[in-house]
């Protein structure tokens, strides 16, 4: 079974920075695109990021490129998600997934974590 455990979200003050982590079990992530995508409240859910660990390739959308940093861990199966100079904007649930092409090839999801970025 795939399970995908995202962490490391919680309250940050606009210009900070907070680092989540997706914890992957269940598959290699090496294999797959891991990304990551966050559902603002009263939004559609949307893409930010996401890295072939097999070769490093990363994407970043235009939204978040510059602030975030995607990374991963092929040793822990571990993806990771630097996010600096927070935005108000930011603010929403962070999903990790896994898939074959994103963003419409997400086969597996996490539950989220909440970002809460003030003023």
């Known amino acids: 079974e795939v399970q995908l455990v995202e962490s490391g979200g919680g309250l940050a003050q606009a210009g900070g920075s907070l680092r989540l982590s997706c914890a992957a079990s269940?598959?290699?992530?090496?294999?797959?695109?891991m990304c990551w995508f966050r559902q603002a409240p009263g939004k559609e859910r949307e893409g930010l990021s996401c890295?072939?660990?097999?070769?490093?390739?990363?994407y970043y959308e235009d939204s978040v490129k510059g602030r975030f940093t995607i990374s991963s861990d092929s040793a822990t199966n571990t993806v990771y998600l630097q996010m600096n100079s927070l935005k108000l904007e930011d603010t929403a649930v962070y999903f990790c997934?896994?898939?074959?092409?994103?963003?419409?090839?997400?086969?597996?999801w996490g539950k989220g974590t909440t970002v809460t970025v003030s003023s």
């Open positions: 890295i072939d660990s097999s070769d490093g390739s990363t």
């Open positions: 269940g598959l290699t992530i090496d294999r797959y695109a």
């Open positions: 997934a896994a898939g074959t092409s994103y963003p419409q090839g997400m086969f597996s």
